[in-house]
């Protein structure tokens, strides 16, 4: 895991929603390359409007985003999202949905044709890649929205509770198959959860958030070797202090 | 309060009613009811001047595709005028009222501004707004075409309307995170992610349309279905009537067949239509 | 929404009508268009007040309203009482559905000369009208939610003991209530315009006749007048029929969705 090149500066985020008060307080944080970070805390409006903010569909109130010393204005090529409700255009199909990136930026008919098929194969739909969204099983549809967000080849994945819609089985599946995705490309990937054993099986790093208002509370390491043992002992006490720290 | 039709399902799943599959039934009793009809008339129970008998219905038929009524205008005379006044008419009203819609339902402001008007506007009886057409426009085409553009307006316009407002905000966040233009997001994301209800505003409006065409040919005109029946009232001849009657109920549905249809070609992907507007 | 976003909404809500008035009159008072067809809204209001007496204004719209409220009744029961039947007793309802569903297709206006040859040109042709526009969307409506009913809810009154009528009446027909009560409100506002078509072509009294008869005799104010007046009673009937009856009555809908 290397500590140069691209980092991400969260810089005193403060957020507030008119009558509804604060949402963030003094959010600070750095999200190193190709790392995997985790933000865990309870189910909560603050973890989701702290990604909008870093992707650039919110603006703070107060403080900044940096990606690489630059402060960020709004949506950029740098930054993909997968949400939890996959956000698939139901009128495109799969590997239509892929293409909508590129084709917004002018990419020929062939070239984008050919790197949607790519992503198809890394996220293992081959076949799928005429089927409507709603042909596609929950799990099929997320994976087309993490192939959705790298065809635009971001440096910074963000992930907000994106397997918070699926069954427990499935749900396994695809965070084996993230890990291998991440591994194979590479990305610096940023991932709200509120379960607190998948930030664990996941992540190097996992911050524990606090919810309204939304702060970070503490920060930990998780310093062992993939693929990790849900059952093994170290994974059961870093489970449990992250726990106690949630509060 | 989840619902099923599991009453129907165990119905159909018998599919028999005193014996007989329940298509057979249905046509029976059709069968049966003309029967009786033809038999009532033949006593002579019922006015043939009320109740003409089926047979001489379908001899009707005959005279109005060939000789015409009034002699000259075939019934096909009668069933393009009407098409084509329904058509212009909604075209008229589509092509205004799509674009007015998307517009509305994408800004706050022209919403609140416009939603008083247009729920007093749609209030108002599309027919009552026939002798002032007559007045503003004359007894010609132009006074039928507007009045059916304004009876398909308002259903479209409202769908549209709550259609546009009603985009799913994770397709747009989702559109922001790839590159999209201003453009690009109206054409390629709201466009399309309103479609569906356009679609349905659009099956409503041509309900009403159809409905407002056959009052409004019954006024200032000889051509047209509505006319048709309208004529067959002034000389007692309730054959005709009710045989323009039939025509009018089989055009009805041919309309709704091709645009449902026409929906499943250009919708493929929508499946499921939450509760629309009237 | 924050406070200032909705005033501003709700001072953008009467500034959209009140531009719409002020350039309408600016219309008439210098006559864009000709003030013989044309009359701006003050001279809507002058007509209002002085030319149609208030006596026979009311005349006019209680004979219509008469007219539609009691189509509305006869359509209403017997499109409750036909659902209900086809929806509880499947078999028959095939058989009796057969004709109404040939009949659906044609629309109620269309019977119009029909019903003058039948019933001549007095009330009950009008009111026949008026009862086919309620009949049909009541009773779809009624039939659909008698075979969409919940089968739990039955099932859990059939173990309470409830059987045959008993079931139907307080157990099957209140779970429809909702279901009746959108095709009453579609029904409602099919019955106004039938009634006006109605009154137009065929009639002697009533708001649709002040219409026409106005145009007959060149007074474009009052055939203005009129066509707002049965807006605004259209608007009211059915603001009471969606507040008061439904949201009233049908709270625990409301409540569980």
Known sequence: MSKDGVEVLVDRITKCFGDDGMALQDVSFRLFTNEFLSIVGRSGCGKSTLLNIIAGLLSPTEGKVLINGQPIHGPGQDRGMVFQHSGLFPWLTAVENIEFGPRNRGIPRDQRRARAMELIELVRLKGFE?????????????????????????KIL???????????????DMQRELLRIWETKKKTILFVTHAILEAIFLSDRVIVFNSKPGYVKKEFVIDLPRPRQKSSPQFMRYYEEIYEAIG | MKRSTKRSVDQQKSGRILGMPEQAVKIATVVVLIGIWEMLSQAGILNPLHFPRPSKLIATFWELVTVGYPTGITVWVHIKATVVRILQGYALAAVVAIPMGLAIGRSHLLLRATNPIITFARSIAVISLLPLAIVWFGVGELSRILLIAWGCFWAILTNTVQGARQVDVNYINAARMLSTSKTQLFFRVILPATLPRIFAGMKIGLGVGFMVIIAVEMVGTIKGLGALIQQARFYYSSHIAID????IGIFGLLISFTLDRLERIILPWAVGLEEVER | MNHSGFTKGLWASWLGFIILLVIWQCIATFKLINPAVFPGPLSIVHTAIFDVPGGRLLQHIGISLFRVALGFLFGLGAGVVLGVTCGWYLKLGSILRTPIELI?????????????????????????????????PVFTNTYKGMVTIDPLVVRAAQTLGLGGTKLLLRVVVPATLPDIATGMRIGWSYCFGCMVAAELIAANSGLGYLIMNARQVGEISIIIYGVIIIGVINLITDFIIQEVLIKRKLKWQYITT
Not at chain 1, 130 to 136: H, I, M, S, V
Not at chain 1, 162 to 170: E, K, M, R, V, W
Not at chain 2, 244 to 247: P, Q
């Open chain 1, 130 to 154: 005429n089927k409507y969204p709603r042909e596609l099983s929950g799990g099929m549809q997320q994976r087309v929205a993490i192939a959705r967000a790298m065809a635009m080849d971001p």
């Open chain 1, 158 to 172: 963000l992930m907000d509770e994106p397997f918070g819609a699926l069954d427990q089985l499935t749900r396994e």
């Open chain 2, 244 to 247: 323009g009657m039939i025509f």
């Open chain 3, 104 to 136: 659906r297709p044609i629309p109620p206006l269309a019977w119009i000369p029909i019903a003058i040859i039948w019933l001549g040109l007095g009330e009950p042709s009008k009111v026949l009208i008026i009862f086919l526009g309620a009949f049909f």
